[in-house]
Structures are given as C-alpha cells and as structure tokens.
C-alpha cells in the first residue's frame, strides 16, 4: 500500500513574477482554492495519509494554511457561517501533512532527496505542488499507485503533447507492454524535435520506490545547472527498469502564465455552484472578442 506522497514546492516560481515576488505560486489561487489544495486532494483521493511538503524561503504561508486556524474557526460558528467553517476545519484535517525546508534552490530532484528520511523505504508518489493534473479515469496517482502494485517499478505520468514541443519536457524513451503502459529504454529531458525518442512528456506526477534516493545522491548538476529528477530516473532505468503510464486528462502548470489563465477559465466551469452564471458571461463576453 502507497500512503506517502511528497510535494516539492520550494521554486522560485519566477514565470508568474511579480506575483510570486512575496508569496509561494503553490499558494496562488485558482477559483477559490490555492493551486496546492488541489494537489493535495488529488493525493488524498489516491489513498495517501501522509504528505511531506518541501519548502523553502518564503514559502511559509503554506505551512500556515495545512495548520488550523482556532481564531477564524470560532469567529464563523459565532456567526454562524457552518459552510465556510467546514471548508475551513477539512483543510487542515486533509491528511498528515508534514514540511521540510530545501536550504538551496538546486533543482527538483535535490527537492525529491529532502525526503529521503521521512519516506524511508516505502515507494511514495511525488506531485509537483505546482501543477493541476485530471483525468476522467480517476486521480493520476491512484492510477500511478496501480500500475507500481501490477510492475513492482517506479512509474511516471505521460502525456501526449505536439511533436514540435517536445523541446520543452523530458520525453520517455519507451515500448509499450500493454495500452498506455510503457516500460522506459531511456528518458531524454528537452530533446530536439528531431531527435525526440516519442511525444510523451513527463507529466509532473511520479511514484517511486525507496532506491531512487541512491541515485538521487551526489547525483551531479544536469540541464539549466539543477540537480534534475530525470537524471536520477535514468540510472534507475538503467539499473532496476522504470514505466511510464499515458494518462488520458489535462495537465495543468499554473506556474506559467497562459497555463494560469486557462485553468481558471476550465475549472470555474467544472463548478456546479459557478459554472452556469460564468458560461453565459463567458459567451456574451468573447462575442466582443
Ligand atoms: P519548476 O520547474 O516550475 O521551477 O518546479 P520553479 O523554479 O518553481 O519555477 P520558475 O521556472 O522559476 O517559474 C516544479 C515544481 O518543483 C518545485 C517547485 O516549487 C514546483 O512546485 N521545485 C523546483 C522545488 O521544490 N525545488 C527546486 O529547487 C525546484
């Protein structure tokens, strides 16, 4: 059983300056809810119990709004305000969440090996603190945790994306074992559009076993000068084997901007208590486009 998830959410997030100058992109909202609440929902509806969250500078509103609030609590029962209270009160009861500060900004996979000692040696699934991902086949990790229990490996999410962007993601070199599972040759991170293995993307969802921290260690400096968590996935495919799972859905990277907006727009029509008033606005509104 997987009941350990880790978040890194210790970026800089400079894509959304300037405002992310003074607080955390994890905390930006989208709708209603700061982008991280979805994460952690999607890792509470996947079975995990236990959530490391790792964090940096700045980033201490996040610690503040997994804890409770007794203050705010009491002032909405005096008011009598039980559905804002409940929203509240579920926040802080989602999970065990638990923090841990990365002390220099070198890169997600040094983000991954903070939590080498909580995680001990249970497989665990990362979800970038960042990035919304659905799915109508249920949360991306649940489908994550399923394919480990079925190939005892280290999985990662897959996304289809445009050949001629490939240059942007890291790419699975892959066969296909059965449909949408893959098991990795190789992961080649930004490849050109010519060189490209395939156009799955690494889709910011991961379950890993407990090795991968051997390879995460003294791991030297990849692309862009960081520490980068596909280097480490290639020694564990080398060594071990790894799989890569194409999920049908939406990947969201609130940390960019167009992304940003976009999300906004999806989610506020997902909504039942929104969606009908913010569609025929969003009609009359794109008319005068
Ligand atoms: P990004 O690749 O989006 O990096 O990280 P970033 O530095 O936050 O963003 P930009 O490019 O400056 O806008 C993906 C996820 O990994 C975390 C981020 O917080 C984000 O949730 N991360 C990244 C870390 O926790 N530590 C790092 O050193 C880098």
């Known amino acids: 059983m997987v009941k350990k998830a880790v978040i890194p959410a210790a970026g800089f997030g400079t894509r959304l300056l300037p405002a992310t100058k003074s607080q955390p992109k994890e ?7 700061p982008v991280i609440q979805y994460v952690v929902e999607e890792a509470v509806a996947s079975g995990i119990t236990d959530i490391l969250m790792v964090i940096g500078k700045g980033k201490r509103s996040i610690e503040e709004y997994f804890d ?11 008011k009598g305000r039980t559905q804002e209270l409940e929203a509240i009160k579920q926040i802080s009861q ?7 500060w990365q002390k220099e900004l070198k890169g997600l996979g040094d983000a991954v090996y903070y939590a080498r000692h909580h995680v001990g040696n249970e497989p665990f699934v990362v979800l970038l603190g960042d990035t919304i991902v659905e799915s109508p086949n249920g949360p991306v990790s649940k489908q994550l945790i399923n394919a480990y229990e079925k190939y005892g490996k280290g999985v990662v999410a897959l996304q289809e994306v445009e050949k001629s962007v490939v240059s942007r993601y890291g790419v699975i070199d892959g ?9 990795a040759n190789d992961f080649i991170e930004k490849p050109s559009v010519e060189s490209a293995p395939s156009n799955l993307a690494i889709g ?31 020694l564990q495919t080398k060594a071990n084997g790894f799989y890569g799972l194409k ?8 940390g960019n901007k167009m992304d940003y907006l976009k999300t906004n727009i999806i989610l506020a029509l997902e909504r039942e208590d929104l969606k009908d008033e913010f569609r025929d606005w969003l009609k009359e509104f794109s008319k005068n486009l």
């Open 27 to 33: 905390m930006i909202p989208v709708v209603d809810k």
């Open 68 to 78: 409770r609030s007794f203050d705010l609590e009491q002032r909405l029962e005096e």
């Open 94 to 100: 989602l999970a065990d969440i638990h923090f841990v």
């Open 175 to 183: 066969t296909e074992v059965e449909s949408n599972v893959y098991r």
């Open 204 to 234: 910011g969802r991961y379950l890993f076993t407990a090795d991968i921290f051997k390879y995460l260690k003294n791991l030297p400096t990849g692309v862009n000068n960081e520490i980068q968590l596909t280097d480490a996935m290639r």
């Open 247 to 254: 999920y049908k859905g939406m990947r969201y990277d609130v």
